[in-house]
């Protein structure tokens, strides 16, 4: 029984069931049936799509603006400590601003962070891995001391220091924390193309004259996009971490911006007393970079399940 | 054996060179450091005369050659900061980072080998589940905060430990746990799926039908092949707490290299940055290449294929 002549599956007349002979699910479908019962994919997917649309919609859920300071208002309890008030859910912080609403801007900065830096690592380090994948010999070779060299430098400091004197801004943060972060894309990429060209449809497309730019814009890189993505997952996660680590040592994201990172170098002060100050953006930010890393784990248990372990 | 030592040696040595030279040329590019010995708001003038008189005039590549020059001598050159010789910096604070590396590689060794092994042995229970779940979460955690909740449940509300300096052994156990820990997820991980695998080997089921019992086996013969890439994988890891030392010397304030980083980057001290961040590449550098020679040591498959 060929699969041609069976295009759709034919329900018997009598039983009103369908024979045995049902076309073999495509590799998407039986994707889009792992991801429908993998739990750890669906709640770090979930909790990432609502961190996302609290990230765009922030300014008409934060009961309060972010910036504004309120003297009198200083360093309020949450509600649910004694003299906490509904009015400020989460309290305030040293300079009576809003911490609820501070933490709900803070999803923004973190999340736009996390994927411009992920995108610039993934153009440096697919780029590289591919061509290095792809063409062997010397070019392989110079990009493998590359990658040993970075693999070398110390990249917190380094992106502490080049932030801090560039000048710390968005941007900046974003490009030098994506410009150090690519070589786990590398790694990945270039073993799975050192694969892929040695396969039958390469061949082929070579064979029917396809060029190097032709094979690997439709030959390789789709059949790297799943990977690629996995990859972006977790460096998502990484690189929220790393802007973290930079505001709250007061290299990166500079007041009155509201950083997570800087918000728990602001509550330490404070902390003895206060300690929810320092407790909040430490869980909003270990949420965020934990549903990445769900979904990521998620996803490459979806796209390649015999990489479980 | 020894040309296999000596190519890694070779490459470790080419890889240090290139660090120090993209550390330099990425530094100075990314300031200018006659504007940070002036300070803010200088003249022009003033800036100019300083240019001449560190001879920041010259090329880059001309300052790079000296800098090289002197480091290869041992003279790290003198911190526009502090006003000392960068090697008597380096010196005063290198021991105290050393013990906290060390330490923290003892808390990773002490909890990811006996996590990865009781995961390994009990797959698929609820041992191996928890196992795993605290790794991912592990991954998660901001190393800085980690520390600042450890130091409000541990030196606050349970006044066990002090909270931050670096004059008795009892400042180094939150800090050591703090930075051991980043280091469990991925050495758990590899003992676990290391000792599945061993565990799967023909070896172990012949030694089983020779009637080992499962203790001794384990002890025999799984473990210690099990441990082979764990091993090479400290190394690694210990190369990576020095650098990993930045956040938690900054969050318990402690006098290591790490903080030393940290103020030189806010007080704009190139000199001492500019080494710092190459003595960072080396230990990481020297340390794979203890790695490469240990795992030839231990696996002749390397050392002759």
């Given at each position: 029984m060929s699969e041609s002549t069976q295009s759709r599956p034919v329900v018997d007349?009598?039983?009103g069931r369908t024979p045995e002979t049902e076309i073999p699910a495509s590799p998407g479908q039986l994707a889009r049936a792992r991801a429908w019962h993998h739990r750890g994919f669906q709640v770090g997917a979930g909790i990432l799509l609502a961190l996302v649309l609290v990230a765009i919609f922030a300014p008409f859920l934060a009961p309060h603006s972010p910036y504004q300071q309120s003297l009198p208002n200083r360093l309020l309890p949450p509600v649910w400590v004694e003299g906490g008030s509904w009015e400020y859910l989460l309290g305030t912080d040293h300079v009576g601003r809003d911490y609820l609403s501070r933490l709900i801007h803070g999803t923004r900065v973190s999340i736009t962070i996390g994927l411009g830096a992920a995108t610039i690592g993934l153009i440096i380090g697919v780029t590289l891995g591919v061509l290095a994948g792809y063409f062997g010999g010397w070019v392989d070779h110079s990009v493998s001391f590359v990658l040993t060299a970075q693999l070398a430098l110390p990249g917190l400091l380094l992106a502490m220091a080049l932030v801090f004197f560039i000048g710390p801004s968005l941007l900046v943060v974003i490009c030098i924390i994506g410009a150090l972060g690519w070589t786990y894309y590398l790694v990945v990429t270039r073993s799975a193309t050192q694969h892929i060209r040695s396969l039958d449809f390469v061949a082929a497309a070579r064979a029917s004259g396809a060029t190097p730019r032709q094979i690997i814009w439709h030959e390789i890189l789709p059949n790297l996009s799943s990977k690629i993505i996995v990859i972006f997952t977790f460096e998502l996660g990484i690189a929220i971490l790393a802007e973290a680590s930079l505001s709250f040592l007061g290299v990166g994201i500079q007041a009155p911006t509201p950083s997570w990172g800087l918000m728990i170098a602001e509550g330490k002060e404070a902390m003895?007393?206060?300690p929810w100050l320092v407790v909040l953006p430490g869980m909003c930010l270990f949420v965020l970079v934990i549903a990445a890393n769900l979904m990521g784990d998620g996803l490459r248990d979806i796209t390649s399940p015999e990489e479980k372990s | 054996m020894l040309s296999y030592i000596a190519q890694r040696a070779a490459l470790a040595i080419a890889v240090a060179f290139t660090v120090s030279l993209a550390a330099f040329m990425l530094l100075n590019i990314a300031t200018d450091p006659a504007y940070a010995i002036a300070g803010e708001d200088a003249d022009p003038e003033v800036i100019e005369q300083i240019r001449q008189r560190f001879g920041l005039d010259r090329p880059l590549w001309v300052r790079y050659g000296d800098w090289l020059a002197g480091v290869l001598r041992g003279d790290f050159g003198v911190s526009y900061y502090w006003n000392k010789p960068v090697a008597t910096l380096v010196a005063e604070r290198v021991g105290t980072t050393l013990t906290l590396a060390f330490s923290a590689l003892m808390v990773t060794i002490a909890i990811a080998i006996p996590l990865g092994a009781l995961a390994a042995l009990n797959r698929n229970t609820w041992i191996d589940r928890f196992a795993l779940w605290l790794a991912v979460s592990a991954q998660a955690v901001p190393n800085f905060w980690l520390g600042l909740i450890l130091i409000i449940l541990f030196a606050v509300m349970l006044p066990i430990f002090p909270v931050s300096g670096d004059h008795t052994w009892q400042h180094f156990v939150l800090p050591a746990f703090v930075l051991g820990a980043s280091s469990v997820p991925p050495v758990m991980r590899l003992m676990r799926t290391g000792l599945i695998e061993v565990m799967g080997a023909d070896y172990i089921r012949t030694a089983r039908a020779k009637g080992y019992r499962s203790g001794a086996l384990l002890m025999r013969h799984a473990l210690r092949n099990a441990l082979l890439p764990v091993v090479s994988v400290l190394a690694v890891q210990l190369g990576q707490k020095v650098g990993g030392s930045v956040i938690t010397e900054s969050v318990f304030a402690i006098n290591g290299l790490g903080r030393l980083a940290l103020q030189s980057i806010l007080g704009a001290d190139i000199p001492t940055v500019q080494i710092l961040i190459f003595l960072f590449a080396l230990v990481f550098v020297g340390m794979n290449l203890l790695a490469d020679i240990l795992n030839a040591a231990l696996d002749p498959r390397i050392r002759i294929g």
């Open positions: 007349p009598v039983s003895f007393y206060r | -």
